[in-house]
Structures are given as structure tokens and as C-alpha cells.
């Protein structure tokens, strides 16, 4: 590798420590025993979500504020890339007893 392109990649990794720009991150929630697990998660902007459906049966992952409504299937995944900050609280439309809370950070 020549002097140049390994001073690029330094000047990249550099401005990345500098900046504060980190990875996304992928969060997994269980659906097991029609409930979440954990209920509660704290993410960031950029994160991925994946809700993983251990049960036998259908379950939603719907936002309250209806900005956003997963399907999962028995046995299957979904996900959601987080895209803003805030509090979202988010339940099953076909268990309303299922609740969870995500908690997302810049």
C-alpha cells in the first residue's frame, strides 16, 4: 500500500473518532409467551430493531403514535431502523397487554 491511501485511511478513522460517529447497532427483542423481552430498550438513531417472534401465534409491533405497524409472523422477524429521537411506546394490536418502550438517543 502506498503512503497515500494509508493516509486516507487514517484521515477516515480520524474524523470518525473525532465526529462521533459510531456504528449502528442491531437490538433484538424476543416475543416469547406473548410478551417482549426486554420491554423496555434503549437505542439510537441509526439502530436497527428486530423483533423475533418465538411464539406460535401472529403479533404486531405497533407504534401508539402510529408512525410505524410490524407484522411478525409465528416463528419469524421483523425490523425497523430507528430514524429519530424520542420516547416510543408500542404494543401488539392483537394482544394489547403486550407493551414495550424504546428510548431513542442521537
Given at each position: 500500500m502506498s503512503a497515500a491511501?494509508?493516509?486516507?485511511v487514517f484521515a477516515v478513522a480520524a474524523f470518525i473518532a473525532a465526529t462521533g460517529i459510531a456504528r449502528a447497532e442491531t437490538i433484538t427483542v424476543q416475543m416469547?409467551?406473548?410478551?417482549?423481552v426486554?420491554?423496555?430498550?434503549?437505542?439510537?438513531?441509526g439502530d436497527t430493531i428486530v423483533w423475533n417472534n418465538g411464539d406460535i401465534v401472529a403479533h404486531t409491533a405497533?407504534?401508539?403514535d402510529k408512525s410505524w405497524d410490524l407484522m411478525v409472523m409465528p416463528k419469524k422477524?421483523?425490523?425497523l431502523a430507528v430514524k429519530k429521537a424520542g420516547s416510543i411506546e408500542y404494543y401488539?394490536?392483537?394482544?394489547?397487554?403486550?407493551?414495550?418502550h424504546i428510548e431513542v438517543k442521537q
Open positions: 491511501p494509508k493516509r486516507s416469547n409467551n406473548v410478551a417482549y426486554p420491554t423496555t430498550i434503549s437505542a439510537k438513531v405497533t407504534a401508539r422477524t421483523a425490523s401488539c394490536k392483537f394482544h394489547p397487554n403486550m407493551v414495550g
